[in-house]
């Protein structure tokens, strides 16, 4: 997951990403991280 968050932070793009860690299988499972990134600052934000 981190190495994931690292690569969106330094501008890599979803299917870069999606390319080089295969556990990783669709979009969807780049936003699920994300979130659960943001679940961990235990700062809830409202949309």
């Not at 997951?1 to 979803?14: C, I, V």
């Not at 990403?17 to 990783?24: F, K, R, S, V």
Request: proline share 6%; hydrophobic share 45%; charged share 25%.
């Amino acid at each position: 997951m981190k190495d994931a968050l690292d690569l969106l932070a330094s501008g890599a793009s979803r299917e870069e990403i999606l390319a080089d860690y295969p556990y990783l299988v669709e979009p969807a499972d780049i936003t699920a991280t994300l979130e659960f990134a943001a679940m961990q600052s235990d700062h809830p934000v409202s949309r």
